[in-house]
């Protein structure tokens, strides 16, 4: 059983930025892929970001590129969402995953419970 626990979401101005953590356990974390993904209210939960087992490689949604970074920490378990020049368009539920294909084909086997991210204009 995996468990993700995410945090630092939060109230932020356009322009601004915030780092969202992934926190997991249950798991050896190296040997899963893990993302990124968020849902606005009314719309459909949209692909962020993804990064390999292996921190080697990574991928993003066309929304976020430029100005959005995943990067991951194996010995803390933690996978992290560096957000700048965030947009008002950007506020979602943002939700963690992962799988061990996660990286090639967005689908997870797991998921954390959300964090909000509010970008006000």
């Known amino acids: 059983q995996v468990q993700l626990v995410e945090s630092g979401g939060g109230l932020v101005q356009a322009g601004g930025s915030l780092r969202l953590s992934c926190a997991a356990s249950?798991?050896?974390?190296?040997?899963?892929?893990m993302g990124w993904s968020r849902q606005a209210p009314g719309r459909e939960r949209e692909f962020v970001a993804a990064i390999s087992g292996s921190g080697r490689l990574s991928r993003y949604g066309d929304s976020v590129k430029g100005r959005f970074t995943i990067s991951r920490d194996n010995a803390k378990n933690t996978v992290y969402l560096q957000m700048n020049s965030l947009k008002p368009e950007d506020t979602a539920v943002y939700y963690c995953a992962g799988s061990g294909t996660y990286y090639y084909t967005g689908r997870a086997d797991y998921w954390g419970q959300g964090t909000q991210v509010t970008v006000s204009s």
């Open positions: 249950g798991r050896t974390f190296s040997s899963d892929d």
